[in-house]
């Protein structure tokens, strides 16, 4: 009979497998101890395996201390929830839409990313997998187009987080009719009433997302986790040079060291400074230098150290080097 | 007369967990899953209505169940079945399909005989549902 599929049947027919539910989503089973037992709270955080995300949280994010503190409470708070929901305390879902606010390049992608392998080990998050979208994926062009725009970008989100770039571009404050209001509406409805299927994390520039809480309160109160990314310090950003450079196999020599911190320190003080995004465009570019001087030296007798050592040349050659700070 | 279309339907009707369960499996396979309805209940009726575009993109259950209650609100007393496609194969090939909504009453066949040529019989199912006009078949609960 056409239409009708063939093959076996696929999965249980009846039957929920364990841990899909949401309400007993929080690490195993609900209400499984007496009221007078005990439980191991570090045998939890060992199986939970949040360890591993922190621990590499701390090695490979450099700085950020009030971002780590702020990320280590709230795996103790969901630790502790299921903990307590063993006991049959009450555990209401907690509250865990979050809006990251900071300078460019201070990391707040990648700590989204972190987040969402966050909940998913804690239990609080179904696939840990990240949506990213801006505006343009949110508000349509013409009336009926925002609606389903939205709920798309909803529909691939479930279960997982939702990280909305620059998210104070969805309200424009000058036209009234913008299309942006309707994206907002959406989401608080989903954010309100689909907690455990979704974690929304607003991210943007803190002056301008303090403008968007201020004309939009109900986002503002909404969201429990208001977490501020400081700029990098030039140790930080030094650091976060070394780690990017390891990472692709390339090493400074002693003379480059002091030339990449000098050129740092400049590049802060120039407009248009991006952290940890310069810091990357800066190493690319004496990438390309290096790839360059070493063709242009001896290219019949390349050591292995050649192809992996910076100079200071490599640096010197920016234009940062050229123009006046400020 | 209850119809039974695609897999599970000699079962009782899937709870919202088991359907949602169903759909995790799916997903988890790699099947994008799509939402259809109709009230020609018909065995031969295979193309039914599109709610919306077959998912490509969904990762979990609740984007998948959170349209099929939209098409349970916009339609209800109608028949809705959830699609599971296996593209890996390189052609569009049901590997699921099963009905999570029906009408509180399904009136069921007639079964007609046409007298031809030469005493010859031939047979055909009709539906009750259809004598009424497409939209109105089903009383709405």
Same mark, same amino acid.
């Given at each position: 009979?056409?239409?009708?599929?063939?093959?076996?049947?696929?999965?249980?027919?009846?039957?929920?497998?364990?841990?899909?539910?949401?309400?007993?989503?929080?690490?195993?089973?609900?209400?499984?101890?007496?009221?007078?037992?005990?439980?191991?709270?570090?045998?939890?955080?060992?199986?939970?395996?949040?360890?591993?995300?922190?621990?590499?949280?701390?090695?490979?994010?450099?700085?950020l201390?009030?971002?780590?503190?702020?990320?280590?409470?709230?795996?103790?708070?969901? !630790?502790?929830?299921?903990?307590?929901?063993?006991?049959?305390?009450?555990?209401?879902?907690?509250?865990?839409?979050?809006?990251?606010?900071?300078?460019?390049?201070?990391?707040?992608?990648?700590?989204?990313?972190?987040?969402?392998?966050?909940?998913?080990?804690?239990?609080?998050?179904?696939?840990?997998?990240?949506?990213?979208?801006?505006?343009?994926?949110?508000?349509?062009q013409?009336?009926?187009?925002?609606?389903?725009?939205?709920?798309e970008?909803?529909?691939?989100?479930m279960?997982?987080?939702?990280?909305?770039?620059?998210?104070?571009?969805?309200?424009?404050?000058?036209?009234?009719?913008?299309?942006?209001?309707?994206?907002?509406?959406?989401?608080?409805?989903?954010?309100?009433?689909?907690?455990?299927?979704l974690?929304?994390?607003?991210?943007?520039?803190k002056?301008?997302?303090?403008?968007?809480?201020?004309?939009?309160?109900?986002?503002?109160?909404?969201?429990?986790?208001?977490?501020?990314?400081?700029?990098?310090?030039?140790?930080?950003?030094?650091?976060?040079?070394?780690?990017?450079?390891?990472?692709?196999?390339?090493?400074?020599?002693?003379a480059?060291?002091?030339?990449?911190?000098?050129?740092?320190?400049?590049?802060r003080?120039?407009?248009?400074?991006?952290?940890?995004?310069s810091?990357?465009?800066?190493?690319?570019?004496?990438?390309?230098?290096?790839?360059?001087?070493?063709l242009a030296?001896?290219?019949?007798?390349?050591?292995?150290?050649?192809?992996?050592?910076?100079?200071?040349?490599?640096? !010197?050659?920016?234009?940062?080097?050229?123009?006046?700070?400020? | 007369?209850?119809?039974?279309?695609?897999?599970?339907?000699?079962?009782?009707?899937?709870?919202?967990?088991?359907?949602?369960?169903?759909v995790?499996?799916?997903?988890?396979?790699?099947?994008?899953?799509?939402?259809?309805?109709?009230?020609?209940?018909?065995?031969?009726?295979?193309?039914?209505?599109?709610?919306?575009?077959?998912?490509?993109?969904?990762?979990?259950?609740?984007?998948?169940?959170?349209?099929?209650n939209?098409?349970?609100?916009?339609?209800?007393?109608?028949?809705?079945?959830?699609?599971?496609?296996?593209?890996?194969?390189?052609?569009?090939?049901?590997?699921?399909?099963?009905?999570?909504?029906?009408?509180?009453?399904?009136?069921?066949?007639?079964?007609?005989?046409?007298?031809i040529?030469?005493?010859r019989?031939?047979?055909?199912?009709?539906?009750?549902?259809?004598?009424?006009?497409?939209?109105?078949?089903?009383?709405?609960?």
């Amino acid at each position: 009979m056409p239409g009708r599929p063939a093959g076996p049947a696929p999965g249980p027919a009846s039957g929920t497998p364990a841990g899909r539910t949401p309400e007993n989503m929080p690490n195993g089973p609900v209400a499984d101890m007496p009221p007078d037992g005990t439980v191991d709270l570090l045998e939890a955080r060992k199986l939970s395996g949040v360890d591993d995300v922190l621990d590499a949280l701390d090695r490979e994010l450099v700085g950020l201390a009030p971002v780590k503190t702020r990320i280590r409470e709230i795996a103790a708070l969901l !630790l502790v929830d299921a903990q307590r929901a063993r006991f049959g305390l009450a555990a209401a879902r907690p509250n865990l839409h979050m809006c990251f606010t900071g300078g460019p390049g201070t990391g707040k992608t990648t700590v989204a990313l972190r987040m969402a392998e966050l909940l998913k080990r804690l239990g609080y998050s179904r696939r840990g997998h990240l949506v990213a979208v801006t505006r343009e994926e949110l508000v349509g062009q013409y009336v009926g187009h925002t609606a389903p725009k939205t709920k798309e970008v909803l529909k691939r989100a479930m279960g997982g987080v939702l990280f909305i770039d620059e998210a104070y571009y969805l309200y424009r404050a000058e036209n009234e009719r913008d299309y942006g209001q309707e994206a907002i509406e959406i989401l608080l409805q989903v954010m309100e009433n689909q907690r455990e299927d979704l974690v929304v994390i607003l991210a943007g520039y803190k002056d301008r997302m303090d403008t968007f809480f201020q004309s939009n309160p109900g986002m503002s109160s909404r969201i429990a986790h208001h977490i501020d990314f400081p700029e990098y310090s030039l140790d930080e950003l030094t650091s976060i040079g070394d780690l990017m450079l390891a990472e692709a196999g390339y090493r400074l020599s002693p003379a480059a060291e002091a030339t990449f911190r000098d050129y740092l320190a400049r590049r802060r003080a120039q407009p248009r400074f991006s952290n940890a995004r310069s810091v990357r465009n800066a190493l690319e570019r004496a990438r390309l230098r290096h790839a360059g001087r070493v063709l242009a030296g001896e290219p019949t007798a390349v050591t292995k150290d050649d192809l992996m050592r910076l100079e200071p040349e490599d640096f !010197l050659l920016s234009r940062v080097f050229t123009e006046p700070p400020g | 007369m209850r119809i039974t279309q695609g897999t599970f339907s000699y079962l009782p009707d899937l709870t919202d967990e088991e359907i949602s369960a169903q759909v995790q499996y799916a997903l988890d396979q790699g099947w994008p899953l799509s939402v259809e309805f109709t009230d020609d209940p018909h065995p031969r009726n295979t193309y039914w209505d599109m709610w919306g575009l077959p998912m490509f993109d969904a990762r979990d259950a609740a984007g998948v169940m959170h349209e099929i209650n939209e098409c349970r609100k916009a339609y209800p007393g109608r028949y809705i079945r959830v699609n599971a496609y296996d593209a890996s194969k390189g052609r569009q090939t049901t590997a699921l399909s099963f009905i999570i909504s029906r009408p509180a009453e399904e009136p069921g066949f007639r079964l007609d005989r046409q007298e031809i040529s030469d005493r010859r019989i031939r047979y055909t199912t009709h539906a009750y549902a259809t004598e009424r006009p497409a939209g109105d078949r089903y009383p709405r609960p």
